[in-house]
């Protein structure tokens, strides 16, 4: 039973939702090992979840969404303010009366014949005066057991609350899972968020991208801090050195991988190591040291599933070994065990694919695994988590990197000239769509700093408190820009990636120290073939030359495309159109 505080904003909250939605009861998350058993023993009971061979996978539960409810939805997504312009051109948008009005009947009674689960929550570690509380309100188990594996969660937050803390209320209700009644409403007002009619990702639990993302860019431009969809690692340097490297790519562009990777053995047998302090989101505050420092506000991964194997990312498939839910797979009912396209070249002859078919790896011409299927494990459960990740303030952070998919115009990597280019570099990230045909130049989408649908206010605004923050962090990371995926005209990626991908970090943590040469191109300062080490690597020169060609002529479609982007914005600052300019120029 948890022990409540006598906190008001906290008591009528509840009650009034207990109100409007009805639940049969209202069970509150002391987070206690004994409360959790209990609502896993009865979500299998229900049917919600399904417990995994304990021999093989102690601890973990398999789990499938409604085949409607696989992924976020961007276009039932709201920011809610009275004016508009606070949303911004990049944001759909609805007044708070307008939201309120169209989406309060759709919870009117929806909890009825359920239990209103109330999970208190902390984004960061307890008791940080960087960390912020929340409490989200489901009728999911589902979500309730999620959300205490992806934040810290229970009765140490109530205490932490107390009678007077402020936290940000978060309303979850599955609804009917109707897809055309769904919505993923944020009040940057009154910093509250509201959910209804899905069960699923980053819609659901609501500590991830619309608390942690959305409402907390608010909350940084506010009070002088950042909230940006980045992983954080450390990289150990044989004299035992970690140096910290923030790095935003869009979803499934690789943070999940960068984070973890396992270095090349040439860099194992020299004493390099790879520490994991987050993978998705990372909250930057100006240390005392007038250094940037980032906590993941987050206490585990929510990480897509296929591909996920012992050669691309053995860490997070040992993450993944216990205490896991897994959601939308295919289940392998001749060992009670998961499997995915991707993790090995031995599918389950008698499976369930993720819609419950019967599904034989062997014969299938369908894909048995959710191509956004998603493994929710606790960070702890990680073999390189770093002993930073509980750090109450956080790491130094020497580098930060840039990255999106890219068949042919990104080089492998490029440094900024300096902060205002690097915030430059980070508006004109983009990602070509992975369905196009291998070779072909895919879809260009433009996606902002990895932000475009996380940022909870005018993303003008954001390119400008960008900016200011450069003003005030004196001693400034340096910023890159990376592309693991460029492609021949094969259509066949150039460079290995994965583990490889170590070569490219230590140039950029080298240039970060003066220690790597460089040389100037139109798009920023670019490594010489020889000042990455290809040591214990096979690749052509004739790839090598051709990851690290700038061409001109596609870079100029580049700026025009820009161009077009940044009409968009009519508070987009005046320094960025100046480096517009000045890139176009120096093409
Ligand atoms: P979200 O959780 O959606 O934010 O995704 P993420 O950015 O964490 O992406 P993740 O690491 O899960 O990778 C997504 C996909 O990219 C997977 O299919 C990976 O196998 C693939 N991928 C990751 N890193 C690399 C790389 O270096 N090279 C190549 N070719 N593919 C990669
Ligand atoms: C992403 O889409 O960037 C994710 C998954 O990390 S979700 O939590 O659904 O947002
Ligand atoms: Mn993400």
Known sequence: MANLPNNRKLLDWVEECRALMAPDTVEWIDGSEEQLEQLRTRAVATGEMHRLNPELLPGCYYHRSHPSDVARVEDRTFICTDDPAEAGPTNNHMTPAE?????????????????????????????????????????????????????????????????????????????????????ILHFPADQSIWSINSGYGGNALLGKKCFALRIASVLGRKEGWMAEHMLIVGIENPEGEVRYIAAAFPSACGKTNL??????????????????????????????????????????????????????????????????????????????????????????????????????????????????????SPLAGCPCVSDKFDDPNGVPISAIVFGGRRARTAPLVFESFDWEHGVFVGSALSSETTAATMGAVGVVRRDPMAMLPFCGYNMGDYFGHWMEMGKKIEKLPTIFHVNWFRQNEQGEYLWPGFGDNMRVLEWILDRCEGKAEAVDSPVGRLPKKEDINLEGLEISDAAMDELLTVDRDLWKQEVAGLREFYAKFDRLPEEMRKQLDALEERL
């Open 99 to 183: 939201a309120r009005a169209k989406v309060l009947p759709l919870y009117r009674g929806c909890m009825k014949g359920r239990i209103m689960y109330v999970v208190p929550f902390s984004m960061g570690p307890i008791g940080s005066p960087f960390s912020k509380i929340g409490v989200e309100l489901t009728d999911s188990i589902y979500v309730a057991l999620s959300m205490c594996i992806m934040t810290r969660a229970g009765q140490a937050v109530l205490d932490q609350l107390g009678d007077e803390g402020d936290f940000v209320p978060c309303l979850h209700a599955k609804g009917t899972l109707s897809a055309k009644d769904r919505y």
């Open 259 to 376: 984070a973890m990777l396992i270095p090349p053995e040439v860099y194992q047998k020299k004493g390099y190591k790879v520490w994991t302090v987050g993978d998705d989101i990372a909250w930057l505050r100006i240390g005392d040291d007038g250094r940037l420092y980032a906590t993941n506000p987050e206490y585990g991964f929510f990480g897509v599933v296929p591909g996920t194997s012992a050669k691309t990312n053995p860490n997070a498939l040992a993450a993944t070994q216990k205490n896991t839910i897994f959601t939308n797979v295919v289940r392998n009912l001749d060992n009670n065990t998961v499997w995915w396209e991707g993790l090995d070249k031995n599918p389950p002859v008698h499976g369930e694919d993720w819609l419950g078919n019967p599904w034989d790896g062997t014969t299938a011409t369908t894909k048995g695994a959710q191509p956004n299927s998603r493994f929710t």
